[in-house]
Every structure is written in structure tokens, then in C-alpha cells.
């Protein structure tokens, strides 16, 4: 069906910035958004910063002003760039990629990438 890769994770240092790329390909038929979302250890998986293939965004009050999400359609791309990384900010980050047909939703995954913010 639908696969998603991300790449650019990594380790980095307080204050530092990091871009996560997220590749759709497969079946991507009727897109209508990519995003990103995180989950830190013991914690839930939550919503960091989503797109639709228009243009609208959103981002979790936590980033906003640090990170910006942007997307080449023609790519089918999706990325996140990440400035002003704080320690808060470890996490695996996941991609993930919303199709939609009537009132059916598809959710589709990339297998996550691990960011590590320390000193």
C-alpha cells in the first residue's frame, strides 16, 4: 500500500536544529495530509505538526515558533524543521500519512526516527 521513510534524526545538542524528511510512495491516491507526530519514552504518541497536501497547518503549542513543517507535493514529501531543540524535544518521531475516501480514513505510518537532544 502506502510506505513512509523518514530520515534525518540523530543526535544534537540543546539550541541546535535537525530536518526530518518523511517520503510517501506506494499507494497515494487521494493524500490528504501528512504529519508528524512523537512519543517519548513512557509516554503517549502525540501530535507534533501536520499539513495538508493545501497547505493548512498545525503544530502542537509545544514547538510552535521552533518548528516548521513544510511539504513538496510533487515529491510527495513531507519535513520537519526543527530549530531551538530543547531536551523535552527526545523522541521518536513518526511520520504518518492520512488518505481519505468519503468519510473513510487511512492511517499509514513510517517506522519512526529516533531524535536525541543532550548535551
Known amino acids: 500500500q502506502m510506505q513512509l521513510v523518514e530520515s534525518g534524526g540523530g543526535l544534537v545538542q540543546p539550541g541546535g536544529s535537525l530536518r526530518l524528511s518523511c517520503a510517501a510512495s506506494g499507494s497515494i491516491f487521494r493524500l490528504y495530509a501528512m504529519g508528524w507526530y512523537r512519543q517519548a519514552p513512557g509516554k503517549q504518541r502525540d501530535l507534533v505538526a501536520r499539513i495538508t497536501t493545501r497547505g493548512s497547518t498545525n503544530y502542537a503549542d509545544s514547538v510552535k515558533g521552533r518548528f516548521t513543517i513544510s511539504r513538496d507535493n510533487a515529491k510527495n514529501t513531507v519535513y520537519l524543521q526543527m530549530n531551538s531543540l530543547k531536551p523535552e524535544d527526545t523522541a521518536v518521531y513518526y511520520c504518518?500519512?492520512?488518505?481519505?475516501?468519503?468519510?473513510?480514513?487511512?492511517?499509514?505510518w513510517g517506522q519512526g526516527t529516533q531524535v536525541t537532544v543532550s548535551s
Open positions: 504518518n500519512a492520512v488518505r481519505m475516501r468519503g468519510t473513510e480514513e487511512y492511517d499509514y
